[in-house]
C-alpha cells in the first residue's frame, strides 16, 4: 500500500487564522489535495513569536544580503526566523512537496518585495523569496515547490504522488 505524500503547507492556507491581518484564507490547491496527503501545517511567523493580528514585516536589503524586519516596531527578524526555518525543516522525517502562501515575506516562493529600507514606501524590486521559502529552496532543491495561488498545479501534482511509496 502506497503512503500518502507528506506536504509542508502555510498553515494560514485553512489551517489556522494566523495571519497578520487575522483573516482565515482558503486555498483551492489545499482543498483539493484534502485526503490524499499529510499536511504539515507551519506557520513560521507565530512560530518566532509574532501574535496575531501583528503589524506587517518586510524584506529590506541589507549590504549584501537581506533582512526580515517589522518597520513599525523596528525589530530585526532575520535570525530568529533563520534558525527556525533550518531547524523545523531539519527536523522533517520526509517531505514530499510544499504548498507555500504567495506574497508573504516569510513563506512567499518568488515575488517579494525587497525595500531599502525599513520605512521605504516603495520596493527596489520583486525579486525576493520569503526566509522560510529560501530555506526550503536551499534545504530541499529537488523537492517541488507550489505557491497556493498557482493556477495550473498539474506537474506539481505529478511529482509529489509520483514515487511515494
Ligand atoms: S504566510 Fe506563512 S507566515 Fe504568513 S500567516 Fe501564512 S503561514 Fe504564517
Not at 2 to 15: A, D
Not at 21 to 27: D, H, K, Y
Not at 87 to 109: A, E, M, N, W
Request: charged share 25%; hydrophobic share 40%.
Amino acid at each position: 500500500m502506497r503512503n500518502k505524500p507528506v506536504v509542508v503547507v502555510s498553515r494560514c492556507l485553512g489551517f489556522g487564522v494566523c495571519r497578520w491581518n487575522g483573516v482565515a484564507i482558503e486555498s483551492r490547491l489545499v482543498a483539493e489535495l484534502e485526503g490524499d496527503v499529510d499536511f504539515l501545517p507551519v506557520c513560521p511567523e507565530c512560530e518566532v513569536g509574532l501574535g496575531v493580528p501583528r503589524q506587517p514585516i518586510r524584506l529590506v536589503r541589507k549590504k549584501l544580503s537581506l533582512a526580515l524586519v517589522q518597520p513599525r516596531t523596528g525589530i530585526d527578524l532575520t535570525r530568529i526566523m533563520v534558525k527556525f526555518s533550518e531547524k523545523f525543516l531539519q527536523s522533517l522525517d520526509r517531505v514530499d512537496g510544499f504548498i507555500l502562501k504567495r506574497k508573504s515575506p516569510s513563506c512567499g516562493l518568488a515575488g517579494i518585495p525587497i525595500y531599502e529600507s525599513p520605512d521605504s514606501e516603495c520596493p527596489l524590486n520583486r525579486n525576493g523569496s520569503g526566509f522560510f521559502a529560501q530555506a526550503a529552496h536551499e534545504l530541499f532543491p529537488h523537492i517541488p515547490k507550489e505557491d497556493e495561488g498557482c493556477l495550473d498545479s498539474g506537474t506539481f501534482l505529478e511529482q509529489i504522488f509520483h514515487g511515494t511509496s
